[in-house]
């Protein structure tokens, strides 16, 4: 049987998917999921703060400049997407909600497994 993981980290799959996501994003009311856009690019530039972080860590490096800025960034960004699932939801914008909900997952999954990478 082939895993969940394995079937997504096909970079010809991964692309379709993606790819499909945004034409349908692109001919549907873009402006739907607007909102939710800015708390998936603060959410990259919180990756990026883990990338770096990981990156002096291992080098011996000092990171120490890397950690508040990188902390302020999660706390802020998941309470924003935690606002925003609540706001749509009793709006009754399910599609955000969903996105944010999703997001959210991401954000856990992520910083767990950061974690995981950081120590080692």
Known sequence: AIGVGK???NKYLASIITVG???LLSLSDWKVVWPIFGCANQLIALFTFV???TWLKRNNRRYGMIIIPMILMFI???AGLIR???TSFQSENFLLSFLSGILIVITIFFVINSRKSVNS
Request: net charge neutral.
């Open 84 to 86: 925003q699932a609540q």
């Open 76 to 78: 802020i960004t998941f």
């Open 21 to 23: 996501c945004g034409g």
């Open 51 to 53: 990338v770096m972080l």
């Open 7 to 9: 079937l997504l980290g």
